[in-house]
């Protein structure tokens, strides 16, 4: 089968490889309908992820149709309809009975397909423990509909869940990219007075203006001024930063009002500096780290309820065999690309 293999440092190819088996009687074999490029990917291959292992086909946004089970899986069977997520876990460790699943003491727990194990821009992928690790896609919800549902959706679910978001806030998100973007769409589900996010790119505020009307949009260079001119107390109640660079983590902190929540979501190419005297006697919140998938069933009945609708992301779509020209438009920004799905 085709796939998208990282050899080095800097360096993809598509590769011929072997069609992946059951190798766990609690493993699924899945035929994947279609993927997506996601900028962890683009992490992994300029070597911002250490823990990815080099030979390993990339990709960790997929849906598709399961094609074999193991005898222990139980929730799915041949024909069935998933998402993948993007992380694996055994529901049964420490960690998982609290719903940190990101840190699943199974072997392969967390982020493991696309980063230590094979992943999804290929023909198949295994998934282990399956009946964890997919989610039926409901009848009426299409592909494109399910696509980030076990990833960046499933991401911004998460962090509109732990930035504890109340009524009278007004919370900013700073990066409209589209973890942003999902992070926008779950964030208003929780209903907040006030939605403000920070992009520097023009056309990207275009779009939130476009499918969000409602919601405020500001530069960076803006951002604090326009920050505390449209709040009550100086600030954003909650702040997510969704941008991963420098300035915006230095943003996330000096827009927040005293006492208020700031989310990392980013993954950055660096250490960042968290200048304590600097923010001392803002009493500040923190919260960081990697996505905690545990909710795709209930993104996926959103969807299916029609309250949440990331298929505008999809700007491009090429086949497996041209995946090297997606990654190139993906990675360049080029053509006005905000995600680029594969198809198999």
Same mark, same amino acid.
């Given at each position: 089968?085709?796939?998208?293999?990282?050899?080095?440092?800097?360096?993809? *190819? /598509? *590769?011929?490889?072997?069609?992946?088996?059951? @190798?766990?009687?609690?493993?699924?074999?899945?035929?994947?309908?279609?993927?997506? $490029?996601?900028? *962890?990917?683009?992490?992994?291959?300029?070597?911002?992820?250490?823990? =990815?292992?080099?030979?390993?086909?990339?990709?960790?946004?997929?849906?598709?149709?399961?094609?074999?089970?193991?005898?222990?899986?139980?929730?799915?069977?041949?024909?069935?309809?998933?998402?993948?997520?993007?992380?694996?876990?055994?529901?049964?460790?420490?960690?998982?009975?609290?719903?940190?699943?990101?840190?699943?003491?199974?072997?392969?727990?967390?982020?493991?397909?696309?980063?230590?194990?094979?992943?999804?821009?290929?023909?198949?992928?295994?998934?282990?423990?399956?009946?964890?690790?997919?989610?039926?896609?409901?009848?009426?919800?299409?592909?494109?509909?399910?696509?980030?549902?076990?990833?960046?959706?499933?991401?911004?679910?998460?962090?509109?869940?732990?930035?504890?978001?109340?009524?009278?806030?007004?919370?900013?998100?700073?990066? =409209?990219? &589209?973890?942003?973007?999902?992070?926008?769409?779950?964030?208003?589900?929780?209903?907040?007075?006030?939605?403000?996010?920070?992009?520097?790119?023009?056309?990207?505020?275009?779009?939130?203006?476009?499918?969000?009307?409602?919601? /405020? @949009?500001?530069?960076?260079?803006?951002? /604090?001024?326009?920050?505390?001119?449209?709040?009550?107390?100086? %600030?954003?109640?909650?702040?997510?930063?969704?941008?991963?660079?420098?300035? @915006?983590?230095?943003?996330?902190?000096?827009?927040?009002?005293?006492? =208020?929540?700031?989310?990392?979501?980013?993954?950055?190419?660096?250490?960042?500096?968290?200048?304590?005297?600097?923010?001392? %006697?803002?009493?500040?919140?923190?919260?960081?780290?990697?996505?905690?998938?545990?909710?795709?069933?209930?993104?996926?009945?959103?969807?299916?309820?029609?309250?949440?609708?990331?298929? &505008?992301?999809?700007?491009? @779509?090429?086949?497996?065999?041209?995946?090297?020209?997606?990654?190139?438009?993906?990675?360049?920004?080029?053509?006005?690309? $905000?995600?680029?799905?594969?198809?198999?």
């Amino acid at each position: 089968m085709l796939a998208y293999v990282y050899e080095d440092e800097g360096k993809f *190819s /598509l *590769s011929e490889k072997e069609k992946p088996h059951i @190798t766990d009687e609690k493993d699924a074999v899945v035929k994947v309908t279609l993927g997506s $490029i996601c900028t *962890s990917d683009l992490h992994i291959k300029h070597g911002s992820v250490p823990r =990815a292992v080099k030979g390993i086909t990339v990709g960790h946004e997929m849906v598709g149709i399961v094609e074999e089970t193991g005898s222990a899986v139980k929730k799915f069977k041949k024909g069935d309809r998933v998402a993948v997520n993007v992380e694996t876990f055994c529901g049964e460790c420490f960690f998982c009975k609290n719903g940190f699943v990101n840190n699943c003491e199974y072997p392969d727990g967390g982020w493991a397909i696309g980063c230590r194990i094979d992943g999804g821009q290929a023909e198949f992928v295994r998934v282990p423990l399956a009946d964890n690790g997919l989610s039926k896609i409901p009848d009426e919800v299409t592909d494109e509909q399910a696509l980030f549902t076990g990833d960046i959706l499933a991401t911004g679910f998460w962090a509109a869940k732990i930035s504890e978001i109340k009524r009278q806030d007004t919370v900013l998100i700073i990066g =409209a990219g &589209p973890t942003g973007i999902c992070t926008l769409a779950s964030v208003l589900l929780k209903e907040p007075e006030k939605v403000i996010v920070c992009e520097k790119d023009e056309e990207r505020r275009k779009y939130v203006n476009k499918y969000y009307p409602y919601v /405020l @949009t500001v530069k960076p260079e803006d951002v /604090l001024d326009f920050t505390r001119k449209n709040t009550k107390h100086g %600030g954003a109640d909650v702040v997510i930063e969704c941008a991963g660079t420098k300035e @915006t983590f230095k943003l996330s902190w000096q827009a927040a009002r005293a006492n =208020a929540i700031v989310t990392i979501v980013a993954l950055y190419n660096e250490a960042q500096i968290l200048p304590l005297p600097d923010m001392y %006697g803002k009493n500040l919140t923190f919260k960081t780290g990697g996505v905690d998938g545990c909710d795709c069933d209930e993104i996926l009945s959103l969807i299916a309820q029609k309250k949440i609708d990331t298929t &505008p992301l999809i700007t491009h @779509t090429f086949p497996l065999k041209d995946i090297e020209k997606a990654y190139e438009i993906f990675e360049g920004r080029k053509d006005g690309v $905000i995600k680029v799905a594969i198809r198999p």
